[in-house]
């Protein structure tokens, strides 16, 4: 029974967590959502995924339940990443 009611609780932990995770949305969706600013990251070592990971990292530590990128770049033959996204409400 105990261990019933620890997995029951790890699950809902979780859930809760991932309700607080921004979520990534398009130009169209960002529509009905009320901007809050922009974040932007820098030297971002590895791929795409990366770069759009941290800056949904940084959407969350500002409060936002939604992000948009609105540019991500690598210089040349480079695999460190830039990027900016707006956040939302």
Not at 24 to 41: W, Y
Request: glycine residues 6%.
């Amino acid at each position: 029974m105990k261990l019933s009611a620890m997995i029951a609780a790890a699950v809902l932990a979780a859930a809760s967590f991932s309700t607080l995770a921004a979520t990534q949305v398009s130009n169209e969706q960002s529509q009905n959502l009320q901007q809050m600013g922009t974040v932007s990251v820098t030297g971002v070592q590895g791929s795409l995924d990366d770069a759009t990971a941290r800056l949904a990292k940084k959407a969350e530590e500002m409060g936002a339940s939604h992000y948009r990128v609105i540019r991500a770049d690598t210089p040349g033959d480079s695999s460190l990443w830039s990027g900016n996204a707006e956040i939302y409400r």
